[in-house]
């Protein structure tokens, strides 16, 4: 997630042309044989036969483009839909069961009349300060989420960032399917906190959730207990809150595990026994968090992974389902640091003793994120990650 002075808006560019692609990445190796250019021209045809039989101008409203992402209406309809067509996932379809080739076409399956719509983010809140580089400094960078979802979403997915307090209005909200809530403070580790007001903003918040949006929560970005206050504000009505306390996992008895990832120790007890939650941790055995607030969670609702201390057992990532939106709370905030994607920005990386120790080697921040998206939008069928550096399994 990065954060900037300014609003920015990701997408992958479309390619344009006779083919009119909006939001697709189509990579090639060589050229395609002849063969293989009829067959996608073929699957053109198909797809503009279904896109037809919704409107025969060939354009879709955007509460239809919606319809197939399982949130809210998205504004901006056109930008990234894929009329006909998605992009394939290498690691879904590695070791070629099903043949298709790593950033072929291949027609829409899902989406209401052959339509793939763009899953719409929004980031709200400041950029964390600390990370791999420590002491409040800001250098290791948030861009990995952001630089992950542009170049790997093959258009399924944009992101925009607002780093300067927006109003949550029902038209502001209705432009997204998924929120993130970052840093809600001019800083997110000194404040000064931001707050809504509650009789328009926060009960508009908790309507989009219930109509079928997602929320995710991150904290931990300060020492302080009042970056909270506007969280639990916002995340009353699902009845979970963050608690005053700093918490974390212990680390393993090979420090390097920590030691190698700017003290991150990793998360490693995960609920995979519940249904609602199971899939959070697909594909995840460690995530690294360091001082992270943990969350007060009521009796009904699902808890995704603890850590204990003593006889003290915390709640790290809690999820919960609001009648048709899902709201995830999870305790901290390391995982919007580039660091710990790919180790830009974490002095171990060129420490010989940290090699295989390091949080690309050891973490599944990645797969965590396509995850808490994912799980947050459950109907979003058409999010796909391709990415060959860092595997995602698709769900």
């Keep these: 997630m990065a954060y900037r002075p300014e609003k920015w808006f990701l997408s992958v560019h479309a390619l344009g042309g006779?083919?009119?692609?909006?939001?697709?990445?189509?990579?090639?190796?060589?050229?395609?044989?002849?063969?293989?250019?009829?067959?996608?021209l073929a699957g053109l045809a198909l797809a503009l036969s279904c896109s037809a039989s919704s409107s025969s101008s060939g354009t879709h409203s955007a509460a239809q483009n919606n319809s197939a992402s399982g949130g809210v209406a998205s504004t901006g309809s056109s930008t990234g839909s894929q009329p006909g067509f998605v992009v394939s996932d290498a690691s879904r379809n590695a070791g070629g069961s099903t043949g298709i080739v790593d950033g072929e076409a291949v027609p829409c399956t899902n989406g209401d009349d052959c339509i793939c719509p763009t899953l719409s983010v929004a980031v709200i809140g400041t950029r964390g300060q600390w990370g791999a580089q420590g002491n409040s400094s800001g250098l290791d960078s948030d861009t990995a989420l952001q630089d992950w979802l542009n170049s790997s979403s093959a258009g399924t997915a944009r992101v925009d960032n607002y780093a300067t307090k927006p109003t949550l209005t029902p038209d502001f909200l209705a432009g997204y399917n998924v929120i993130i809530l970052a840093g809600l403070g001019d800083n997110s580790d000194t404040g000064p906190w931001w707050t809504f007001d509650a009789t328009t903003e926060i009960p508009a918040l908790a309507d989009w959730v219930k109509k079928g949006g997602?929320?995710?929560?991150?904290?931990?970005?300060?020492?302080?207990?009042?970056?909270?206050?506007?969280?639990?504000?916002?995340?009353?009505?699902?009845?979970?809150?963050?608690?005053?306390?700093?918490?974390?996992?212990?680390?393993?008895?090979?420090?390097?595990?920590?030691?190698?990832?700017?003290?991150?120790?990793?998360?490693?007890?995960?609920?995979?026994?519940?249904?609602?939650?199971?899939?959070?941790?697909?594909?995840?055995?460690?995530?690294?968090?360091?001082?992270?607030?943990?969350?007060?969670?009521?009796?009904?609702?699902?808890?995704?992974?603890?850590?204990?201390?003593?006889?003290?057992?915390?709640?790290?990532?809690?999820?919960?389902?609001?009648?048709?939106?899902?709201?995830?709370?999870y305790s901290d905030e390391w995982i919007t640091y580039t660091s710990q994607w790919t180790g830009a920005g974490n002095p171990s990386t060129s420490d010989p003793n940290c090699q295989g120790y390091l949080p690309q080697d050891r973490f599944q921040t990645a797969q965590f994120w396509y995850n808490m998206i994912r799980w947050s939008q459950p109907n979003a069928n058409c999010f796909k990650i391709v990415d060959k550096q860092q595997p995602v399994t698709i769900w």
């Design 18 to 40: 006779v083919l009119g692609f909006s939001g697709s990445v189509i990579t090639t190796n060589g050229l395609r044989s002849i063969g293989v250019a009829l067959w996608a």
């Design 214 to 329: 997602g929320l995710i929560s991150l904290s931990g970005y300060s020492g302080d207990p009042g970056e909270n206050t506007a969280k639990n504000a916002l995340l009353a009505f699902s009845g979970l809150s963050y608690n005053a306390d700093r918490v974390g996992p212990p680390c393993p008895t090979d420090y390097r595990i920590c030691g190698c990832s700017a003290g991150a120790a990793p998360i490693t007890d995960w609920n995979q026994t519940d249904p609602v939650i199971a899939k959070l941790s697909l594909g995840v055995s460690m995530i690294g968090e360091v001082g992270g607030h943990s969350i007060s969670a009521p009796a009904n609702a699902h808890v995704a992974a603890t850590t204990t201390s003593g006889t003290s057992v915390y709640d790290l990532l809690v999820g919960e389902v609001v009648e048709q939106g899902r709201v995830l709370a």
